[in-house]
């Protein structure tokens, strides 16, 4: 059902999914994928889990910083002059 989830689009179920492949199974490649994923679409969590992975030497530079970008973007296409008021 989170493969389900995280298909759809749910960042928490790909966050989880991470948290699962990394600790249950040893797959750090697979975690760091679901955590690219999460990040550009703006979760938070997964921000600082692949900040974290980045430290650690998991993730190369180039791709940590593609998905800062991408998750700076996602944060920005959700903030409104609307929802500010």
Same mark, same amino acid.
């Given at each position: ?17 991470? #948290? ?10 697979? *975690?760091?994928? =679901?955590?690219?994923? @999460? ?14 992975? #980045? ?10 910083? *593609?998905?800062? =970008?991408?998750?700076? @973007? ?12």
């Amino acid at each position: 059902q989170l493969e389900e989830a995280a298909i759809a689009g749910h960042v928490g179920a790909r966050f989880t999914l991470a #948290h699962n492949e990394k600790t249950r199974c040893g797959r750090t490649d697979r *975690a760091v994928k =679901h955590l690219i994923i @999460a990040t550009n679409l703006g979760c938070d969590y997964s921000m600082r889990a692949l900040q974290q992975c #980045h430290e650690n030497g998991e993730v190369d530079d180039d791709k940590f910083t *593609a998905a800062l =970008h991408a998750h700076q @973007a996602a944060v920005d296409a959700m903030n409104s002059p609307q929802r500010d008021e």
